[in-house]
């Protein structure tokens, strides 16, 4: 994939995760609501669709979703906290 293509990122408010589907294999990254921050504990990107920007994808849709609803962040999952780390720019959601 590309960086000009955009993947179709939708948020699933039942299941408490932001998710994408690419040839019938979904890759999301789940979260847990307490009360004005979201704790990001999984990023989960099937083996078929590994490095190709899946899990960075999401993880920034996730962390703008934050900031458009004027979010804290808890990067609980290892991956989250590391694409903060390497995007300073969304180091004032932590």
């Known amino acids: 994939m590309s960086n000009n293509e955009s993947l179709d990122i939708s948020h699933n408010q039942d299941a408490k995760r932001f998710e994408t589907s690419i040839d019938n294999k979904t890759g999301y990254i789940s979260y847990q609501e307490r009360g004005d921050t979201l704790v990001y504990d999984h ?13 960075s994808a999401l993880v920034k849709h996730a962390l703008n979703y934050a900031r458009d609803n004027d979010k804290k962040v808890v990067p609980q999952c290892s991956f989250v906290a590391s694409y903060i780390s390497k995007h300073p720019e969304y180091k004032d959601l932590v």
């Open 43 to 55: 990023t989960i990107v099937p083996a078929a669709l590994g490095g190709r920007g899946v899990g």
